[in-house]
């Protein structure tokens, strides 16, 4: 075997794996850490002691360095190395290596819960961060801590922050090793057209194949963009000429992922995902293009729902794409976007904790009898949010009892290699005896959709969304009729091998019947998977549906269903503006979802109130989680109003009252009281806090209230004086009297509703020989004063009334005068007589 940059620390690694329980790993991807470590750990781990497991995050990554390993030995997979992954297993009596996928690990570790047989365990490509391999070794920490400390485990990395790792592996030391890699050239080609990511990729190919040589890695962000690309570099020729092109992402048939990382004839061009960053390595590759992007499922703990969504990769993500250049030669990196872009990246890519759907996660722990997932070790601790989510859905599908502990059904769910919703479905096909169909429908649904959808499909012209369609097309492929046309025959194969590996784990076989054509079974089985996705047409829009669980969605493609006023949701992304999108569903009737879900019924009153109508309206209806199946309307008590009367008003920021002026000026006068005198307890009459307290100072005068000319007929000023006490009644009135008497005698009202400071609008000769500003609350408060001509127009505004007889009156005087003979204009005001007449005739 040729040197590789690991073997310089392997004699170190080995000495600290043997005096250590927890080791961690560092070595840059090309170090040969996958395949030469556990070859190198056989010398002390004796065979006694039991077997090294060693997690790989992919089935490709698993099975290409369990094949290499045996390769290194001159054996096949199954004698010292073996595999194990989904529906798939090479291992015997000898086996002293076995490389599994993660649910291989977590499923070992439930049903063994002491790992017999077990020596170490290490865990590849760590820096990955998926949920099950932080719950990997979660699992594993927990275990050797409670009864195998026997146990070693080693963590391998790339590019993580290894601090943090070694302090939850209880201060792990830590080994790294320098990485294989040449100079890798770095050429940016930032396109500013709008032209879609297919069509610029293919271009990019074609310009480098001209440019370069040796094998080309492209990585684009899915399956999608994929297939578009080697669409149109086939419609270029270019499958024609020396160059082949090759697919590769997880759902691609398991050979054509082999072939893909396979050495061939003459060049290769390799269409891969982010699959193809660590973990495998395809030999001959020195061209990488990187588009930039990669696809992530994300959860939204709200919604209930998953989105894939195309976002841009990290910075460490890139790295690593431009290092599969530089694995066996100086290469090139062409980058699909600008330097700018490549360093406003983030720095690594959020951990699949943080983002995902935890429901798997939280049935492993109940079945490992954990209800808090804080009683184990994580690098990042599971949301609160999505945890809360994932254990209601646990419940609604019986997997979990009112206390969070796992149920019979539950520990029957968790054996099975499946997502817990189809886990169910699968359960339920067994108690109704209609295996080969649940077989079926599992496989459908947890694989790529068998239809294909072109990227030119306009509005309307999408895929079928009946499950019933799909059923139907599996039939005839596995039957004489063959492929169909309109199907992607690579997942067709896809679901055909799963659904027969199904069969085979539920000891049954589609020979056996099983009602395949039986709507009604299906809708069975899909409410026992999906409960909370039972969905009802809203009245009048025919692709509008509200889902059980409160959510409202639409169909992706409009017309694609809605024959039924009732359908079972099964794929619903998030969508755009709280609104899911309905990909597939699958119709069923009324009778069918009582005879399933009818148990699950409540019967409930609902009093609320009716913004068209302007009323309180009660009905009586039987839900199934947010969806009415029948109502009857009732006449509501008061005690049943008034709850809906306060948020009817609480909504409509009391614009259902009469808010007059004799009210505002109230409230206002209260206000300004409670400001003066802070500590005499004046209630806070704020239109904030009368939102905030309707239900104590209003709700006595809502009773008997039902409609909207109800609520305007109330006497607010009156309600609102019941709030104070007789003391501060009394007071009120001399705090912040409504008139008051100037000089000449006339009652002027005071207006409180101006502004903070009350406003006196008052003829200016109404005033002759006052020489301070009238105040209240006790001369805490000087007034405004709106002095007024004889024709009631300001003539100024002023809070120094001294000062204007003093100064500005003579300025008023001369201008006014003239345009009022008949009204005195003394030259001293402060000696003339106040009053609000004109001279008398002489």
């Known amino acids: ?110 049903g063994d819960p002491l790992l017999e047989g077990v020596a170490m365990v290490i865990l590849d490509e760590f820096h990955e961060r998926s949920i099950q391999a932080d719950l990997g070794l979660a699992l594993c920490l927990d275990l050797q801590s409670q009864v195998r400390d026997d146990l070693k485990i080693l963590v391998m990395s790339a590019t993580l922050e290894c601090r943090a790792l070694g302090r939850l592996m209880g201060d792990a030391p830590l080994i790294s090793s320098q990485g294989r890699s040449f100079p890798v050239r770095e050429i940016y080609l930032e396109d500013h057209s709008r032209d879609r990511l297919a069509p610029r990729m293919a271009a990019a190919i074609r310009r480098v194949l001209a440019e370069t040589e040796g094998d080309i890695l492209a990585f684009l962000p899915g399956a999608g963009e994929i297939r578009s690309c080697a669409s149109l570099l086939d419609q270029s020729g270019l499958e024609g000429s020396a160059v082949t092109v090759h697919p590769l992402y997880g759902d691609l048939p398991f050979a054509r992922q082999q072939a893909a990382i396979q050495p061939g004839r003459g060049r290769r061009v390799v269409l891969a995902t982010s699959i193809a960053e660590t973990s495998l390595t395809i030999e001959g590759v020195r061209v990488v293009i990187d588009s930039g992007l990669s696809r992530r499922q994300r959860h939204d703990p709200a919604s209930g729902m998953n989105r894939l969504v195309t976002v841009r990769e990290s910075r460490a993500s890139a790295i690593q794409r431009a290092g599969r250049a530089g694995r066996v030669s100086e290469g090139i990196c062409y980058r699909l976007f600008s330097r700018h872009s490549f360093d406003a990246m983030t720095p690594h890519t959020p951990p699949e904790m943080l983002e995902s759907d935890l429901s798997p996660l939280v049935l492993e722990l109940a079945a490992w009898g954990v209800a808090d997932p804080a009683q184990l070790a994580w690098l990042d601790p599971p949301p609160a949010a999505s945890l809360a989510v994932a254990r209601q859905l646990l419940a609604h599908l019986g997997a979990l009892d009112s206390c969070g502990r796992i149920t019979p059904l539950g520990r029957s769910m968790a054996r099975l290699p499946l997502h817990p919703r189809l886990s169910r479905l699968l359960e339920r096909s067994r108690e109704l005896d209609l295996v080969p169909l649940g077989c079926a429908l599992a496989a459908l649904l947890s694989e790529r959709d068998i239809i294909r959808r072109s990227p030119r499909q306009g509005q309307g012209k999408g895929t079928p969304a009946d499950l019933h369609d799909r059923l139907e097309l599996l039939r005839r492929f596995r039957g004489s009729d063959g492929f169909a046309g309109d199907t992607d025959r690579g997942s067709l194969e896809n679901v055909e091998r799963v659904h027969r590996q199904l069969e085979r784990l539920m000891g049954r076989s ?72 309905i990909h597939l569903c699958q119709e069923i009737t009324e009778e069918l979802l009582l005879q399933e879900l009818g148990e699950r019924r409540e019967r409930r009153e609902r009093v609320l109130w009716d913004s068209r109508e302007g009323r309180v309206v009660a009905m009586r209806e039987e839900c199934l989680g947010a969806l009415v199946l029948a109502s009857s309307p009732f006449v509501a008590t008061p005690e049943q109003s008034l709850p809906a009367l306060v948020e009817a008003l609480r909504s409509s920021g009391m614009g259902l009252l009469d808010r007059n002026e004799r009210f505002l000026q109230l409230q206002a006068r209260m206000e300004l009281v409670r400001r003066q005198f802070p500590a005499d307890g004046w209630p806070d009459c704020s239109d904030g806090a009368l939102l905030d307290s309707l239900e104590e100072w209003l709700a006595p005068a809502l009773v008997g209230v039902r409609g909207a000319r109800q609520l305007g007929e109330l006497d607010l000023a009156a309600i609102l004086l019941n709030r104070l006490e007789y003391r501060q009644r009394a007071s009120l009135d001399e705090l912040a009297p409504t008139h008051l008497v100037v000089p000449s005698g006339s009652r002027i009202r005071l207006d409180y509703c101006q502004g903070e400071t009350p406003v006196l609008a008052v003829k200016l000769q109404e005033l002759f020989g006052l020489e301070r500003t009238p105040s209240i609350c006790r001369g805490r408060v000087e007034l405004l004063l709106h002095l007024l001509s004889p024709a009631g127009r300001p003539l100024q505004v002023t809070r120094d009334l001294k000062g204007f007889w003093d100064g500005s009156y003579h300025q008023v005087k001369k201008e006014m005068k003239g345009r009022y003979p008949k009204h005195p204009w003394p030259d001293d005001p402060w000696s003339a007589p106040p009053t609000r007449r004109a001279k008398p005739r002489t």
Not at 511 to 522: A, K, L, N, V
Not at 538 to 548: H, K, N, S
Not at 570 to 577: A, I, L, P, Q
Request: hydrophobic residues 40%.
């Open 1 to 110: 075997m040729k040197p590789l940059p690991i073997d310089q620390i392997l004699p170190r690694l080995l000495t600290t794996v043997a005096e250590n329980p927890n080791v961690l790993l560092h070595a840059p991807p090309g170090a040969g850490k996958t395949t030469r470590v556990p070859l190198a750990l056989l010398e002390i781990i004796p065979p006694q002691a039991g077997r090294i497991v060693m997690l790989e995050p992919r089935r490709l990554a698993a099975v290409s360095a369990a094949r290499w390993m045996a390769a290194c030995l001159g054996e096949e997979p199954g004698g010292t190395v073996g595999y194990s992954i989904r529906f798939d297993s090479r291992v015997s009596p000898k086996t002293r290596i076995e490389v599994v996928t993660e649910g291989i690990l977590t499923r070992r570790i439930q």
């Open 510 to 581: 589609s020979r056996e019947g099983g009602g395949w054509s039986d709507p009604d079974g299906i809708g069975r089985l899909l409410l026992a998977a999906y409960p909370d996705r039972m969905a009802m047409q809203r009245e009048g829009e025919g692709g509008r549906y509200l889902l059980a669980n409160g959510r409202g969605a639409r169909l992706a493609v409009p017309g694609m269903a809605g024959r039924s006023a009732l359908l079972v949701a099964v794929s619903v992304d998030g969508g755009e503006g709280g609104e899911g999108l």
